[in-house]
């Protein structure tokens, strides 16, 4: 009878740990059945630490939307060791599952081609009691509604669809909000969509290239 080698199971335990550690924690994603490849953007990114150990690293998770047969989906990954800082309005090629399309894997990360129209720009507008920013990079937005009386925050996350060269559509995809006691990301559905539409369904540039009004609301915001 074999004798038990408590060093093969160490060697064999830390191997697996490091790995899993590597993929953040999560087991890889295994496919049954067909898939298919799509782009991805990413909306959101944002800088953090991790510890391991009495070491502490500074990581980049980023949060990014994709379409399969007119249906939005989103998801979240933490970039590991010497993968390249990401910004908004980058591509993920993702391998997704036909069956499944929640399901999904990354395959690589691209840039995408920045010119002047792609430039990060920022307005924003003043309240009494909060302020709203609008971030725009690469066509794809940001909407933020901070209101100090509620102490909350209100995002949201779409694309612009070119109307004219002044005039894009806001389609808004991802709304996500925080307060003291409750934070969420979220798919919008149709009646968040339409609530949005309300307030904010095109965003005109004025001539001055300094300010932006979105309407219906003919809410200007300024450059900030």
Known sequence: MRKFNPWAFGILFLGF???FAWNGFTLPTVFFGKTLTKNAVIYDAQMHTVSFGKQVNWTQTVRYFYQVENEWYDGSYTLKGAQSRQRVGNLISLEISKSRPQKHRIRAFYK???HYGNME?????RQISGYKKFHFTNQVFSLIDFSAKKDSISKYYGVLQVKNDSVKELVPI???YKSKTYLEYQLIDKALKNKFHQKYQLMKQNKDRRSIQLKPMQETF???
Do not use: P, V
């Open 222 to 224: 300024y450059k900030s």
């Open 112 to 114: 995408s081609g920045w």
């Open 121 to 125: 720009k920022q307005f924003e507008t």
């Open 17 to 19: 740990f490091a790995y």
């Open 174 to 176: 991802i709304h996500y």
